[in-house]
């Protein structure tokens, strides 16, 4: 379980365990708890990353949540376009 206090503790409190979240269109009370900045552990092309402080509305347009993930290694030579 992520640490209390960042964002993917809370995210994770969310009864769908994946979930896709268009931030232009969230409406109160969920907008203003995305108007704090909180830690958050995004994954993309560097891994492991340090925790960074996160205004999730202000940083993204849509959130992709995924309760649970594990690393998949390097990617077969046909979805690499070789």
Do not use: K
């Not at 365990?17 to 969230?26: A, E, G, I, K, S």
């Not at 907008?31 to 909180?38: F, K, S, Y």
């Not at 995004?42 to 990353?49: K, Q, Y």
């Amino acid at each position: 379980m992520p640490a209390r206090g960042t964002n993917e503790y809370i995210l994770d409190l969310v009864p769908h365990p994946d979930h896709l979240l268009d931030l232009r269109t969230v409406r109160q009370p969920a907008r203003e708890w995305l108007t704090e900045a909180r830690p958050t552990r995004e994954i993309g092309t560097e891994w492991p990353g340090a925790p960074a402080v996160t205004w999730l509305l202000r940083s993204s347009d849509l959130l992709i949540h995924f309760h649970y993930m594990t690393p998949r290694g390097s990617c077969p030579s046909r979805v690499r376009g070789r």
